[in-house]
C-alpha cells in the first residue's frame, strides 16, 4: 500500500474533475485504488502499480487541460485507455494501442460539443502537412471538410498561443469584389458572403468569447479585397473558396505573411466563379510554387466527404457526366483563356 500526492495549484479543479466531480468518479472506477481530493492536493492511496497508473492519467489530462482549455469525457477515457494498454502485454494490444493514439493525433480541437477530428486518410494528411508547413494549398470537392478543418486548426493554435490573432477571409465574387453599391453597411453586405466561416467558428467557440474575440479584432472575417496593404504577423490565415481568386488576388494575398504566421488556401476548382477569361490563382498557382520547401498541397477527392452520404453519389455522378463530355468544369471555366 502507496501512498501519492497530486498538486492542484493552478490547476482549473473543477475542469479536471468534471461537473459533480464525474470525471472524477469515472477515474476510480477504471483502477483498484482511491482517490481523495484534499485543498489543493489529490490523495492517491492503494496498490504501488494502481497509485502510479492513476497518477500518469492525471498528469496526462493536466496536460491536455492546460493546452485545450477544458477537457470532454472522451479526453479522459482516451487517456485511461492508454495508461492501461501500456501496462498490458504489448503483443495482444498494439493495435488497440495504436487505435487510441491515432485518435490522439488525429484530434485537432476539443469543444463543447465534442472533439473535432480528421475522420479520412486524406483529412488526416490535411492536418499533418499544416503542422509541417507554413503555407498549405488544400484542393478537392465539396464536403470534404476544407474549410471547417481549416478553421478548427487556427482556433486550435489561437487557444494553444502559438498565433495572437485569426484572419479568414473569401473573395467576394458574387459582388464583384466591389460591395459599394450593396444597401447596410460593410458588415451587412459581406456576411452573406462569409457566413460558412461564421458558422464554423459558432461551432467552436463559446458566444461570450467569439463575440470578445470578435470586438477586440483577435478574430476577423474579411472580403479577399480589404487584405490590400496589411502584413499580417503571428497570425492564422486563411483564405477560403480561393479557386474565385485571380492571380493578382492570390499573390496579393500569399505577400501579406509576416513573421510567424501560416496560412492555409482552400479551394474547388471544379466550382470557379470568375470570368471565363479570367485565370483562377488557386489553379495557376499550383505550378508556380511547386517544390518550394515549406509549402504543401493536399488534394482531397469524394473519399473524404464528411457531409450526408448521397453528397459522394452527386460527387461522383458529376464526375460521369464530365467524362462523358469530354471536359470537366475546370477546362470549360478556363477555356477562353
Do not use: W
Amino acid at each position: 500500500m502507496v501512498e501519492r500526492k497530486i498538486k492542484l495549484s493552478g490547476v482549473n479543479t473543477l475542469a479536471l474533475l468534471g461537473y459533480n466531480d464525474i470525471y472524477l468518479h469515472l477515474i476510480e472506477k477504471k483502477f483498484d485504488a482511491g482517490i481523495t481530493v484534499r485543498g489543493d492536493n489529490l490523495i492517491l492511496k492503494g496498490e504501488k502499480d494502481e497509485v502510479e497508473k492513476i497518477e500518469r492519467v492525471f498528469k496526462e489530462l493536466i496536460f491536455i487541460l492546460n493546452k485545450n482549455g477544458h477537457l470532454t469525457e472522451n479526453d479522459v477515457n482516451i487517456v485511461i485507455d492508454l495508461v492501461k494498454l501500456d501496462s498490458e502485454d504489448l503483443s495482444t494490444t498494439h493495435k488497440k494501442k495504436k487505435h487510441v493514439e491515432d485518435e490522439f493525433d488525429s484530434t485537432i480541437l476539443f469543444t463543447k460539443n465534442g472533439p473535432i477530428k480528421a475522420k479520412t486518410p486524406g483529412q488526416l494528411e490535411y492536418y499533418r502537412q499544416v503542422k509541417k508547413n507554413d503555407i498549405v494549398f488544400v484542393i478537392g470537392p465539396a464536403g470534404t471538410g476544407k474549410t471547417y478543418l481549416a478553421v478548427a486548426m487556427a482556433v486550435a493554435s489561437l487557444k494553444n498561443h502559438e498565433v495572437n490573432k485569426i484572419i479568414l477571409c473569401r473573395p467576394a465574387v458574387e459582388a464583384g469584389e466591389n460591395l459599394g453599391f450593396l444597401p447596410g453597411d460593410l458588415r451587412e453586405k459581406i456576411d452573406p458572403y462569409l457566413r460558412p466561416l461564421y458558422d464554423a467558428l459558432d461551432d467552436m467557440l463559446p458566444a461570450d468569447k467569439l463575440k470578445s474575440y470578435f470586438d477586440k479584432r483577435i478574430i476577423e472575417i474579411i472580403p479577399l479585397a480589404y487584405m490590400r496593404g496589411r502584413t499580417l504577423s503571428n497570425a492564422f490565415v486563411i483564405l477560403d473558396e480561393a479557386q474565385n481568386a485571380t492571380s493578382l488576388q492570390m499573390k496579393m494575398f500569399l505577400t501579406r505573411l509576416g513573421v510567424n504566421s501560416k496560412a492555409i488556401i482552400t479551394g474547388d476548382i471544379t466550382q470557379i466563379d470568375l470570368p471565363s477569361r479570367t485565370t483562377s490563382g488557386l489553379v495557376e498557382i499550383q505550378e508556380i510554387l511547386k517544390g518550394i520547401e515549406g509549402i504543401a498541397f493536399v488534394y482531397l477527392d469524394k473519399n473524404d466527404v464528411v457531409r450526408h452520404r448521397l453528397v459522394k453519389d452527386i460527387i461522383e455522378a458529376y464526375d460521369r457526366y464530365n467524362a462523358m463530355n469530354g471536359k470537366s468544369n475546370e477546362k470549360k471555366d478556363q477555356s477562353n483563356e
